[in-house]
């Protein structure tokens, strides 16, 4: 098993920056990929980034791509996830999630991920 926890969401304005953190603990080593979700109110959870541990790829959906940046620090297992020149559509609820299995679909689909974290609220106001 894998715990996920997250942190460093909050309130910011518009154009402001963010860094979400989330801590992976338990059988860390089996763990293929990780990626950030979110789900903005009303909404679907949608897919933002994510890195493949095995080939070092990263993805990034296009709404997010130039202005969120996704990375890890090997050492502490951990994954950060740096929101820059935030939007007001941007406001969600964040999740980690990891995949513990070789990835049963894309890296941007929600069904490769095995474990997920309880989420963390980014609010962006005008």
């Known amino acids: 098993q894998v715990q996920l926890v997250e942190s460093g969401g909050g309130l910011v304005q518009a154009g402001g920056s963010l860094r979400l953190s989330c801590e992976a603990s338990?059988?860390?080593?089996?763990?293929?990929?990780m990626g950030w979700f979110r789900r903005a109110p009303g909404k679907e959870r949608d897919f933002v980034a994510a890195f493949s541990w095995s080939s070092g790829r990263t993805d990034y959906t296009d709404s997010v791509s130039g202005r969120f940046t996704i990375s890890r620090d090997n050492t502490k297992n951990i994954i950060y996830l740096q929101m820059n020149s935030l939007k007001l559509e941007d406001t969600a609820v964040y999740y980690c999630?990891?995949?513990?299995?070789?990835?049963?679909?894309?890296?941007?689909?929600?069904?490769?991920?095995?474990?997920w974290g309880q989420g963390t609220q980014v609010t962006v106001s005008s």
């Open positions: 999630a990891a995949a513990g299995t070789p990835l049963r679909a894309a890296m941007t689909s929600a069904r490769s991920y095995d474990y």
């Open positions: 338990g059988r860390t080593f089996r763990l293929y990929a």
